[in-house]
């Protein structure tokens, strides 16, 4: 009979997770009904918003349950199939993540293309760049000329961010990331630039110094006083976007906001949070963008891959503690 | 000589202003240049947004210079022109308050109607009228059929918003206010479905109770705990119009932001601040949508007016504390 080992949640972490969090089972798999497929699991992504999942509270998505399989982001092949649609052999993207074989309807399972390596499918034709095409240009406005603020910008979603903005006429791009090879990798691979070093000192005051003029918009994958420096710099009818806030994920209390919420009155912003979930619609003109720049080359991406199951976890933690650089996955 | 009798700011106010903050002073006149204006003044405006004014941080607009006499909105017939445009006996509106006697270029007052009291210019066909309708249709963005929350729901703004959305087609319109007294004109005079005392207790607790269903639009007069209640408060897609903060235009320290930000990403919420003055095309769609309400007897709007402007410090104090109803107005 066929298996599955997963990666299940036991227990809500404190702060961050920690091993006894979690537990591997192996479950044995019905066999397939009426338009149904098995899929051997090639990479699972791991990603920031999952510790929001973890906790009771409701999150970006629901909660994960305890004593269940987690999901997640995973890309892989078509071993056995019901459906005429997703026939084996297929190269297929899903949710069913966090466990080596995924199992259910057909139509849960996306086909793609199946012309790059598969881990592209969760990078940098995925979730993670859609999240940053959507992120800029729909709900931040981005316009040609503008001066772009990036935040995490070493990481899967950040570099992404900011060579976007590059490539749609961004006047001058800003990232900030939490060391200097980071930055150095910011600058030199993404072509930002400028970036600094939040540990380094003061974010308000680095990113005054690098955007002397002010910018016009800023995609916060960080939250806290990252968002709190970009308010305090952005000129007027500047634009947030709010993807994400992993400054706060494992903190067992929730941060205050910005001090400086007047200078939204003041200036005139809009700051707007989002999850790409819900513009499935923008999804057409982010594959077309993406795929020109990646056939002519113009656009860097980067993946730090970690083998095994087994260390799923350990993957997910390094990610939170920003130890990698590009997308994460586990490669099964 | 002419004269005029003006209101100084002497010092900056260090959290609640007090008389030693301000000045009174007569200065004599000059002669009209060509194209040139005298106003007796009939009304002054006070307004919350002042108090930003009297610091010397940036606030929505400049700061009020020291020893310089203050502005602000007011009303008044010209006694004296060397304008075609605006010849003696026109009723006009302008920024140069503060003052029994304002003086300057023509192009700096507006000929009114003259067809309603005119202290009507400064509130229901004004400023403030034109705040909440811009801010409830443009920046919130307000729909037929939307949940709409309202802060400060007794004051000049607020009475206005909650009454547009009510004519704009709100399912639901929701109003906090700080007295059993204003929360009772809230909801008899000013037709919200809904109202409660801030004071009373919780404003979340207060908050959810009156919208069982969650509110789709927040107009924010207040910010601080009210604000941090309706980001907890907002359904998908919610949309925030920040207007003022007078919860906070007091404090020597600015107050954090709401603890609540993540959910701006998990809801997909937009906040947007804005200042009136920054929207002037949708001054003609306000008027025409103003004068047809008040034809029609569809809206309420009050004045607490008090003479004076040896008492015009007294009526600023006084709108800051709560302790006024509609919009408040020094007569002179």
């Known amino acids: 009979m066929p298996t599955s080992t997963q990666v299940q949640l036991v227990r809500r972490p404190q702060g961050w997770p920690v091993p006894e969090d979690f537990r591997t089972v192996t479950v044995d798999l019905p066999d397939l009904g009426p338009d149904q497929v098995r899929v051997a699991n090639a990479f699972l992504s791991v990603d920031p918003y999952m510790r929001g999942r973890m906790n ?128 150095a990798r910011v600058r030199e691979r993404y072509g930002f630039d400028a970036a600094f070093d939040y540990k380094d000192g003061h974010v308000y005051r680095q990113l005054r110094a690098a955007a002397p003029d002010g910018i016009d918009v800023y995609f916060d994958n960080v939250g806290g006083v990252h968002l709190e420096a970009a308010i305090g710099t952005l000129n007027r009818d500047g634009r947030v976007a709010l993807c994400g806030a992993i400054s706060g994920y494992n903190d067992e209390q929730a941060q205050p906001g910005p001090r400086n919420m007047a200078r939204i009155i003041q200036q005139g912003l809009t700051l707007r949070g989002f999850t790409v979930g819900f513009h499935p ?52």
């Not at 999804?283 to 260390?311: C, K, N």
């Open 56 to 183: 009771d509270a409701e999150s970006y998505v629901a909660p994960f349950a305890l004593d269940a399989t987690m999901t997640g982001g995973a890309v892989g092949r078509v071993v056995e199939s019901t459906s005429a649609d997703v026939p084996v052999g297929a190269a297929v993207t899903h949710d069913l993540g966090w466990r080596d074989v995924a199992q259910g309807d057909a139509a849960r399972f996306r086909v793609v293309d199946d012309d790059l390596p598969l881990s592209a499918y969760l990078g940098v034709l995925g979730m993670t760049a859609f999240t940053a095409h959507v992120g800029l240009l729909q709900i931040a406005q981005m316009k040609p000329g503008e001066v772009v603020f990036v935040s995490g910008a070493a990481g899967a979603v950040g570099s992404m961010a900011g060579q976007i903005a590059r490539l749609k006429g961004a006047s001058r791009v800003i990232g900030s990331a939490g060391s200097p090879a980071k930055v």
């Open 281 to 332: 619609q923008h999804y057409p003109a982010f594959v077309a963008d993406m795929r020109e720049w990646v056939s002519t080359g113009q656009i860097a991406y980067d993946e730090t891959v970690i083998d095994g199951l087994d260390h799923a976890v350990d993957a997910f933690l390094a990610m939170m503690r920003g130890e990698t650089t590009g997308k994460t996955l586990v490669r099964l």
